[in-house]
């Protein structure tokens, strides 16, 4: 887990070292003459994992953030969408994150891993250049758990049910244009098959 932390401290000089919001990884944040109150003040800007009501475990922060404040980059390996479906066809958890068209993905590999979905979230993604980062949508409090809406477009047979609690809850995690899709899907395979039975009762 990435906590946030002072690592080095050399006379009145302290080498700052904090996992930054931005990205989550641990980096040195240079030296800076601060008084121990301030890099306490410093150290507090992290994220955590902790259990969650939503699901298994979620992604809190320890401090509060400013709506529009980039809070994480969801980070991982990169891979196509093929090696990902092969390499997790027997898995029922998954970490992936497409990217652009849906050809890329991204299997998650940091805290935001843990990041839950809410259909009523605090949080959005955003991709730039093959990134993608989550970005506050509205203030939040130190405490509160980091949410944002993951829009599924691709499951299988999955259903995908969401149990986030809100009263916009819409049930599921999957966008509202794959539950369209779905539901055409849906449609053209009951004719399908009426039209089957159909020809099976004439024969
Ligand atoms: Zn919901």
Redesign the pocket.
Known sequence: MHQARTIAAAGSNFTVYFSTLYNGTMRPYGKFHIPYQRIRLLTRMALMIRSSAIHAAGCYTTSRIRKGSRVAEYTGHPMTKEEADKRYENSLVTYLFGLGDGSMVIDGHSMTMFVN????SNCETEEIDGRVFITAIRDIKAGEEITYDYCLYDGGDDDAN?????I??????YSAKELKSRKKNARLAGKKSAERSKRASKR
């Open positions: 979905h809410s259909c009523d969401c149990n986030c609690g809100s916009s809850c819409r049930r599921t995690m």
